[in-house]
T-cell receptor, first 113, second 116 residues
Framework: KQEVTQIPAALSVPEGENLVLNCSFT??????LQWFRQDPGKGLTSLLL?????REQTSGRLNASLDKSSGRSTLYIAASQPGDSATYLC????????????FGEGTQLTVNP | DTEVTQTPKHLVMGMTNKKSLKCEQH?????MYWYKQKAKKPPELMFV???????INESVPSRFSPECPNSSLLNLHLHALQPEDSALYLC???????????????FGPGTRLTVT
């Protein structure tokens, strides 16, 4: 059974700091991994989808890395801004059923002005 | 346009009411999903439609009834709900589904449901 863990559960940083969010998964036989952002009471916004054949994926100030062998992914946010405050979730497909995503519990990020 | 829309944004209903949640996407996606999300928890998958056919039902109680009238629309019919069904209901879509992996899933803003 795939289990996804995100550490830390909450993170508070001053504006301008570079930061790393961590995601680990127990079954390394994944095809891809997706990072989402969720603002309070809102839906999920897809940030990055990284394929198992990729080691990194970048979008603006965001960079996601994937190390299948160690069962880890990181989301790097450069020069954080108050608008980055949200909960960040990672998700991987569950087993061979591509439709099912297993989500981590999320990291709640607060960027202070 | 990577937008999934959901209506209504908020819904309050009694335990004897019948209501429906609606979801729409115009990205040409052939897979659509319903998720339930409780406070401070990640989304939980409820149903998956692939090419307008129900492909996954995660043992959801029959008081939730999904419907996919066409490839762009997804409904969730609600009847005789319980207070514990109060949650944020999220719709998502993706290009399709395939074994072992996922296409990128795009989520709507959700419907905040309160059952009184």
């Amino acid at each position: 059974k795939q289990e996804v863990t995100q550490i830390p559960a909450a993170l508070s940083v001053p504006e301008g700091e570079n930061l790393v969010l961590n995601c680990s998964f127990t079954d390394s036989a994944i095809y891809n991994l997706q990072w989402f952002r969720q603002d309070p009471g809102k839906g999920l916004t897809s940030l990055l989808l990284i394929q198992s054949s990729q080691r990194e994926q970048t979008s603006g100030r965001l960079n996601a890395s994937l190390d299948k062998s160690s069962g880890r992914s990181t989301l790097y946010i450069a020069a954080s801004q108050p608008g980055d405050s949200a909960t960040y979730l990672c998700a991987v497909p569950l087993g061979t059923s591509g439709s099912r995503l297993t989500f981590g519990e999320g990291t709640q990020l607060t960027v202070n002005p | 346009d990577t937008e999934v829309t959901q209506t209504p944004k908020h819904l309050v209903m009694g335990m004897t009411n019948k209501k429906s949640l609606k979801c729409e996407q115009h990205m040409g996606h052939r897979a659509m999903y319903w998720y339930k999300q409780k406070a401070k928890k990640p989304p939980e998958l409820m149903f998956v439609y692939s090419y307008e056919k129900l492909s996954i039902n995660e043992s959801v109680p029959s008081r939730f009834s999904p419907e996919c009238p066409n490839s762009s629309l997804l409904n969730l019919h609600l009847h005789a709900l319980q207070p514990e069904d109060s949650a944020l209901y999220l719709c998502a879509s993706s290009q399709g589904v395939f074994s072992g992996g996922t296409y990128e899933q795009y989520f709507g803003p959700g419907t905040r449901l309160t059952v009184t």
